[in-house]
């Protein structure tokens, strides 16, 4: 079957570094996307990865390892607004996509 | 811009009832998609539409029907509501089929079925 897995919470400092990882089975894949989704409101885009490699986007970087079925986001200089949930998304060779359950990110003060 | 606009927000319903979740866009997008997200657990396609007058199951459908008449309106329909449809439901659209671009969500309309 296919599977996204990720940390269900974690918890950073406001100022800090956070890592949050993804990993992936599916069957192909032709990308993976990182949404940010803000309690009771919509997810929304924050990156997107097909090729191996860090892509960076001001504090918030996205990395891909496709031979280790393997992303990270990570976030730097934390702000109180970056508590939200993260979901990882895979795409398939249907080009379907595949959700994980998302990480619950908590910032403390 | 208003984006992905879903009606209504919040509904109540009895087990056996019907109702219907009305989405609009006006991004002019090609695709549009039905999501439920569950404590836990992952969004779950229900059924997607890749042009007016057209749609496909997705992962989860049964119980659903859905209809896209305009480019701009997906329709999701419950015919007889059960529990197991308590969950908060996503519209999204995407000018393509998200090969490399987003999906634009709308802001959810959370379901509950006694």
């Known amino acids: 079957g296919q599977n996204i897995d990720q940390p269900t919470e974690m918890t950073a400092t406001e100022g800090a570094i956070v890592q949050i990882n993804c990993t992936y089975q599916?069957?192909?894949?032709?990308?993976l996307f990182w949404y940010q989704q803000h309690a009771g409101e919509a997810p929304t885009f924050l990156s997107y990865?097909?090729l191996d490699g860090l892509e960076e986007k001001g504090r918030f970087s996205s990395f891909l390892s496709r031979s280790k079925g393997y992303s990270y986001l990570l976030l730097k200089e934390l702000q109180m607004k970056d508590s939200a949930s993260y979901l990882c998304?895979?795409?398939?060779?249907?080009?379907?996509?595949?959700w994980g359950a998302g990480t619950k990110l908590i910032i403390k003060p | 811009n208003a984006g992905v606009t879903q009606t209504p927000k919040f509904r109540v319903l009895k087990t056996g009832q019907s109702m219907t979740l009305l989405c609009a866009q006006d991004?002019?997008?090609?695709?549009m998609y039905w999501y439920r997200q569950d404590p836990g657990m992952g969004l779950r396609l229900i059924h997607y539409?890749?042009?007016?007058?057209?749609?496909a199951k997705g992962e989860v459908p049964d119980g659903y029907n859905v209809s896209r008449l305009k480019k701009q309106n997906f329709l999701l329909g419950l015919e007889s509501a059960a529990p197991s449809q308590t969950s908060v439901y996503f519209c999204?659209?995407?000018?393509?089929?998200?090969?490399?671009?987003?999906?634009?969500f709308g802001e959810g309309s959370r379901l509950t079925v006694l």
């Open positions: 999204a659209s995407s000018y393509e089929r998200v090969h490399t671009g987003e999906l634009f």
């Open positions: 991004m002019n997008h090609e695709y």
């Open positions: 539409s890749v042009g007016e007058g057209t749609t």
């Open positions: 599916t069957s192909g894949f032709n990308g």
């Open positions: 990865n097909v």
């Open positions: 998304a895979v795409m398939d060779s249907n080009y379907q996509l595949i």
